[in-house]
């Protein structure tokens, strides 16, 4: 609509009358050559008279400009109207005239590349199309019997950029709003509620995972040792899982690997193909269970891959010689065959709780502590983790390859092997058992900082005295004890129980409502077996705590107890595998 305004304020301004040649001048303007007026509708043209008024008032401020002034005149009359059209004609002509002149001068410039001459004649040409546009643009708007105000509002809106209806269109409306406003406003509703929508359901998602995990996880104390510095922030891992697992199923033999001799790693993943259906701690263990002979015997076994891997876990076995679960993991098992797996279990964890560590491992009481420090290390844990490793000889020094490895990459990683039986001369490293003289050359400060200690019996027991000897206080202390062969398979129950022998205790079991003689060398688990009762348990030497068990009344002793927490021991449960009494009890079971 700039085209309008140009138009209307050229037929006003002397500049553009200055466009017409006299002759057209004096055609107009036959009375004296004044210009006619522009007064409001039904009002004579400017006389002379009045020319010499107009004059007059030329020293004074300034009129009104004209696109303004005609929003106070109702229409135009017929001879104002023949000379904007007048005008408008003559401004078409000169703007035609400007382009012609400088179509030449373009075409010329361009092909001599005189890019300075060049932009010049464009600028002509933009001025020449500018008035030749004003002139159309005049001459549409008196076509279309457009008023006087209507003609400076849209010379205005021309000005401002602003977007002008098609001639003889019309605005549909909803409600007073534009249709596409009106489509457009519903979409931007939509997308606002549905998300809003997106929003508030996964946050519901997000609350019953919460509670379902704080309702599921029992609360545990891990006692640490006293007085010490405030530990390094722990790795960021997902929500700890439970000390006791719930989850029992099968899962696939996916490798293999040969560690030593006598050591495989088995790596066990879902059937089909997904992630794990547990999470676990590093130092928690799984139960095996097979089939042999026809009896279901059971094993435990620490996993020894970090938690960090979401698609399999590994367990590390040594093939002992009276072993009933580890030779057929050895001899008959191969990859892609499925194995019964209950867990995890067990209490021997680490994340990263304390600002160090000490591991003290033995032979394949190495396992659990593998799987601590591949976490920490997978989680680029800044703490010190002290790394003791006793074997016979070289040749039985499981992941020997990778903790070479793991401690060039992570200097707070201090690993030292420790060989009782080595022959070969050429090494070179620490020789004979872990006794207090080594632990303190090897750990600095030792009392401050909290242990792990895992592996067979004797050598439990020596650390354990070598500790206490070095002032390690026995709350900073974990201990695993790595154990002998599995033992069978209880004999089925028989038909009907044995009745208690005179003088005997007794054991009754309020759950399944069934009584068995307890003789005092005989545990409540042994108890159950021989009558049926079903009890769970893994390991049957008091570490895993899977056969907690309550005790109704009564009383008992156990010889180990380590698999019970504080809280166990005070809500009255014991360990089925060690509590043996000379008196009657009654435990749920």
């Excluded at 927490?565 to 005070?570: E, N």
Aim: glycine share 8%.
């Amino acid at each position: 609509m700039r085209l309008v305004t140009l138009a209307i304020v050229a037929a006003v301004s002397p500049d553009f009358a200055s466009s017409q040649s006299p002759e057209e001048h004096a055609k107009h303007h036959p009375a004296g050559g004044a210009a006619p007026s522009m007064a409001p509708a039904g009002g004579a043209g400017m006389a002379g008279g009045e020319m010499g008024e107009m004059m007059k008032e030329m020293g004074k401020a300034p009129r009104k400009a004209f696109y303004p002034s005609l929003m106070d005149l109702p229409a135009l009359s017929p001879r104002q109207r023949d000379t904007v059209e007048q005008q408008a004609h003559a401004r078409m002509t000169a703007g035609a005239r400007i382009m012609v002149e400088a179509l030449g001068p373009m075409s010329e410039t361009a092909s001599r590349k005189d890019y300075p001459a060049l932009q010049s004649a464009t600028e002509r040409m933009r001025q020449g199309l500018a008035q030749f546009e004003s002139g159309l643009a005049a001459h549409r708007a008196l076509a279309e019997g457009a008023s006087p105000p209507e003609v400076a509002l849209r010379w205005f809106k021309t000005e401002m950029n602003l977007a002008q209806p098609a001639a003889g269109a019309s605005a549909r409306t909803w409600f007073g709003v534009p249709v596409f406003h009106a489509i457009s406003m519903g979409l931007i509703a939509a997308f606002a509620l549905v998300m809003t929508m997106i929003y508030f359901s996964r946050l519901r998602r997000a609350r019953a995972l919460v509670t379902e995990l704080i309702s599921e996880r029992p609360a545990t104390i891990a006692p640490g040792p006293a007085s010490t510095p405030p530990p390094p922030p722990a790795p960021r891992t997902p929500p700890s899982p439970s000390t006791q697992g719930s989850w029992s199923g099968e899962l696939r033999v996916a490798r293999i690997f040969q560690e030593t001799a006598d050591v495989k790693t088995f790596r066990l993943a879902p059937i089909t193909g997904e992630d794990l259906p547990f999470s676990f701690e590093p130092g928690q263990f799984l139960t095996i269970a097979a089939a042999i002979d026809g009896k279901t015997v059971k094993r435990s076994y620490s996993i020894a891959s970090s938690p960090c891997c979401r698609g399999w876990c590994e367990i590390t076995v040594k093939h002992a010689p009276s072993g009933a679960v580890s030779a057929y993991l050895h001899e008959q098992t191969a990859v892609g065959d499925r194995v019964s797996v209950a867990g995890p279990y067990g209490r021997f964890t680490f994340r990263g709780e304390t600002p160090s560590v000490v591991m003290i491992a033995g032979g394949v009481g190495i396992t659990p502590m593998m799987s601590s420090i591949r976490y920490l290390t997978d989680q680029s844990w800044g703490g010190d983790i002290y790394l003791v490793y006793a074997c016979a000889s070289l040749d039985k020094v499981i992941f020997r390859d990778e903790l070479d490895y793991l401690s060039s990459r992570h200097p707070n990683l201090h690993s030292v092997v420790v060989l009782s039986d080595e022959p070969a001369s050429s090494w070179t490293g620490e020789r004979g058992r872990v006794s207090a003289e080594l632990l303190a050359r090897v750990v600095p400060d030792l009392p401050s900082r909290r242990t792990h200690v895992c592996g067979p019996p004797p050598m439990m027991d020596a650390v354990k005295a070598a500790l206490v000897t070095l002032g390690v206080p026995a709350e900073a202390v974990r201990t695993e004890l790595f154990l002998a062969p599995e033992r069978p398979a209880a004999p089925a129950p028989a038909e009907s129980p044995s009745a208690p022998a005179a003088g005997a205790a007794v054991c009754t079991f309020t759950r399944s409502g069934k009584k068995a003689p307890l003789t005092p060398d005989q545990t409540v688990l042994e108890a159950a077996e021989e009558i049926g009762v079903a009890i769970d348990y893994s390991c049957r030497q008091g570490f895993c705590g899977v056969c907690r068990t309550l005790l109704v009344s009564g009383r008992v002793t156990m010889a180990v107890e380590d698999g019970l927490s504080a809280q166990d021991k005070a809500a009255g449960y014991i360990l089925a595998c060690q509590a043996k009494s000379a008196s009657d009890i009654a435990v749920e079971a």
